[in-house]
Structure formats: C-alpha cells, structure tokens
C-alpha cells in the first residue's frame, strides 16, 4: 500500500495567491466590462532589462553551434556568474564573501524550501508573524509544524520579529521584508547575529528585495559581525532583474559556517547543502546563467536600477496618496510593497473583497501571511505607473 508524507495533511488546503486568484478569477468572469488592475502578487512587469535579452540570445546562439554547446553545468554555477556575484555583491562592498561560498539557484522560494533536506527533524524554528507563507509551510512539510515559533511583527516592532527569550535552532528574516516592507537596520540585525551566536542557533536570511534599499540599511546580513558563523543568506534576481519567468539566485553558505552532529563533531554546513544540491539539482541553464551576469556588467546594473526606481516611484505614490486621505500606511520606501492599516469593521478579507467588488482592485489579505497580518493588506508597487495611478484615485474615490 502507498503512504504518504502525512506532514503535507497538516497544510491549508490551497496557496495564499491560490485562493486570491480564484476569487478574481471568479469577479472578471462575473464582470467582464470591468478593468481590474492587479496590485496583489509580487510579480514585476516591466520586461527584461535589454543587456540580459541579448545575454539570452547570445548564450542560445553558443547552444547552438558545436564549438560553443555546452551540456551539464557545475550544479553551484558557472564560474564566470560566481565570481562575478562574489565580487559585485560582496567583495565590492567589503564583504568578504567567496566565489565558493555562492551556489546558483533556480530561486529563492526553491531555495528557502529545499535548505530543510540537510537539517534534522523536529527542530524549533521561529518565524516572523506575519511571514512569507513558504517558509511556513515548508517547515510544515519537513515535520516541524509543533515546533514553529511565531514572533510577532507589529507597529511597536517596527514590522520586525524580536529576539525570542528562549533558545531556537532555526531563524528566519527577511529584510527588507514581505510583506511589511519594513528593513532592518544594523543593529537590529547585529541583535539577531549576537542571539544566534549565543544560542547556536542558524538564521536563514532571506534578501530577495535588497536591490530596492535606497539608505544606509545593510544589503547583506554579511555585513554585521560575526554573521558568517551563523547565517545563510538567500539572493534572487526575480525582482532585482525582473526574472521572475527566467528564473535565477543563488544561496551564500559561508565555509566558517559549522554544526554540531550528535556525536559532537562539526561540520561545514558548505559542505552538505554542496552535496545536496550535487544530487537533487543539476544546475541552472547556461542561458540564464549568462543573463544573470549581465546584470553585473555596467549597462546591465543601470537597467536594473532604472527598473527599480520605477517601481519604487509606484510605491512611493501608492503611500503618499494614500495617506493623503487618512489610511495609516507603512512600507513603500526600500521594499516594493505598502502595508496598509485596514478601517475599523473590516477583515482583511472583507476589506479585500470589498476592493476588489468597488475600485476592482487587486490586493493581499494581510491575514493570509499570519495572524498578526490581519487587520492589513499589502499593495504591491509591481503594476504600471499609470495603473498604479489609476487605482489609487479609485480607492481615495471611496472615501470620499
């Protein structure tokens, strides 16, 4: 008789953006005369930074012709993308980061999930509340659902967990964070690195939007002491580059990075996420590899940017004429998201739908990110400038 893995029972039923999809879905079939503008789902839609499209074309040209195909890849990366990475993100900031440190990826939602393979069950692991939802249910998924911890982000935190009184094994941050917006700066960031080192414990740190920080907050959980003994830090090039179709990042184990077994010997962690991925991945394309490392040539980094202040400037609006009509609003300034303080008599799902049926706009129940994102929603600064425009005149429309 086939089993199953009964830890995957204890899951909602459906995906947070599953379920949001469904109900517009289900509103435009219902009003097909209606403009809905979507501002829920984090997905950039601005197209591929030029420089990278010719990376794509030149790299499907090479896999194309004998004497440049190429078959199976290293499964951490090309050399030509890691060393770029170590030097551009890293070394250039004065990170001392190597190219060895640094494995490519497919992304950092794959990432985030599969760095549960090399790590023993039943672990106590904390996470912020409200949360990006993989990292709860992938925790779910590897059998730790008894013993998550949930630390709440609210405005007293500035949106940001604080360390917990007792010990934990597993950590994870996001900065700046999904879906408060909200970055940390250096020393609440040296406050968890101090934490985890006193307790032993692994932070997993989660830096998908770093691209977007504009002030003196740290990029890379790297940058604080000691973060090199106890982080692993992940990185995509989704929002950074807009390749959330093409699909690419990379995840940093530093070689000081160390375990203890139940034996008591140590291990580099380097080590085994090395031989997990030697196994389970065979590598990111050569093609997309090669888009990636545009991005790092000078062209390709002021594309990037141009792409991000575009969105930033989204966000900016989105906030400020938001505000202008009394919401409470926070986020909007070094993330690409708003989090909106919700009216009193609203859900955050009322207050979804009640957007959606009256300015048809999309949005995310904070609700659907935790318990302590009910009372909110998050706006996403990933539409057009024009529909961003658009919808918010329509939402300040309702208060009027």
Not at 175 to 181: A, E, L, R, V
Request: glycine fraction near 8%; proline fraction near 5%.
């Amino acid at each position: 008789m086939i089993t199953i893995n009964k830890n995957y029972l204890d899951l909602e039923k459906s995906y947070l953006f599953t379920d949001i999809a469904r109900k517009v879905n289900a509103f435009e079939k219902a009003n097909p005369d209606k403009k809905v503008i979507r501002l829920g789902i984090g997905d950039v839609t601005l197209p591929l930074p030029q420089v990278c499209v010719d990376a794509l074309k030149e790299g499907a040209e090479e896999m194309g012709n004998k004497e440049t195909f190429r078959g199976y890849g290293p499964e951490q990366g090309y050399p030509f993308l890691r060393d770029i990475i170590a030097k551009c993100d890293f070394s250039d900031r004065g990170i001392d980061i190597d190219a060895d440190d640094i494995f490519v990826s497919d992304g950092a939602k794959s990432d985030t999930g599969n760095i549960l393979d090399i790590f023993g069950p039943n672990l106590k692991v904390a996470v912020g509340d409200p949360v990006y939802p993989v990292y709860l249910d992938t925790n779910i998924m590897a059998g730790n659902k008894d013993s998550i911890i949930k630390l709440p982000c609210t405005a007293e935190t500035n949106f940001q967990p604080v360390p917990p009184s007792k010990p934990v094994d597993l950590i994870y941050l996001c900065s700046p964070n999904n879906p408060t917006g909200s970055v940390m700066d250096h020393e609440t960031m040296q406050a968890w690195v101090d934490y985890a080192l006193e307790n032993k414990s692994l932070i997993l740190f989660d830096a998908a939007y770093e691209a977007f920080i504009s002030d003196d907050s740290p990029h890379s959980i790297y940058e604080v002491n000691g973060a090199k003994k106890c982080a692993i830090e992940f990185r995509s090039f989704s929002k950074k580059a807009g390749f959330t179709g093409v699909r690419c990042g990379y995840t940093v184990v530093p070689s000081d990075l160390t375990v203890t077994t139940e034996n008591g010997s140590e291990i580099k962690l380097r080590e085994l996420w090395n031989r997990r991925q030697t196994t389970k991945f065979n590598g990111v394309s050569y093609i997309v590899q090669k888009a990636a490392a545009a991005v790092y040539t000078p062209e390709g980094e002021k594309q990037c940017r141009e792409n991000i202040e575009y969105y930033l400037r989204n966000a900016s609006l989105i906030k400020e004429a938001l505000e202008e009509v009394g919401y409470e609003v926070s986020g909007g300034k070094n993330a690409p998201y708003v989090w909106l303080s919700i009216p009193d008599g609203h859900t955050s799902w009322s207050f979804f739908d009640y957007l959606l049926e009256n300015a048809n706009v999309v949005t995310t129940p904070g609700s659907g990110f935790g318990a302590c994102g009910e009372g909110y929603i998050r706006i996403s600064s990933f539409g057009s400038y024009e529909d961003c425009v658009e919808a918010v005149e329509r939402i300040k429309n309702l208060k009027a």
